[in-house]
């Protein structure tokens, strides 16, 4: 029997939610950075969304890859494309979406450390408290227990095709791929989305 994760199906309207959070909190804590880094890919629209609220016009990317696959909360990671701009006495905060095992954003923080910036924040929209790192503000913590594959709007497509290509040799058909995701991963995916994931027989 194939494993399939517990997920959560991640709204524009939560992403919101959180991205106001987030703001708030860097506000109230050091204010606001003169350089946002998104940890691209899934730190990328995040970062976005906060140099919008936090009026930050200076925006840059690194990409630290993660080399575990979907629905797995473990794996390696490693910078794979440097920083793109100079942060050199500047006040830096990286932004990535989530922190699970916390590798991806510990490793992008180093990196932007030898770039000598003024002052090194970082931020997470989520931060699952298993986590080896601990970013400087996130929008909300998730216990351990509560830990899910959480599938951002960003990535939606990925997601469903990795999850539908594992459920296929259990569930044979969409519809019963589509059952597979409800049962085991406990989201609802539209009909036409398992089909169109599903691809050719």
Known sequence: MTELPICTLVSWKDIDRWADTLAQE?????????????????GWVPSRLLADRL????LAALRAQHWGVTATPNGNAEITEGL????????VLVVDDITDTGESLDLAMEHVRTKEPLTLES??????????????????DVPKER??????????????RTLVAKARPDGKTPSGVRQ??????RIEVPEEDVLRAFGPA
């Open 26 to 42: 860097v506000l109230s804590g050091s204010g606001a950075p003169e350089t946002i880094v998104g940890l691209t890919r899934g």
């Open 55 to 58: 009026e930050v016009k200076h």
């Open 84 to 91: 793109t701009t100079s942060v050199k006495g500047r006040k």
């Open 123 to 140: 931020a997470t929209l989520l931060h699952i408290s298993h986590s080896t790192y601990v970013p400087t503000y996130y929008a909300e």
């Open 147 to 160: 830990w899910a594959w959480f599938v951002f709007p960003w990535n939606y497509w990925e997601d469903i």
């Open 180 to 185: 597979l995701l409800r049962d085991r991963c």
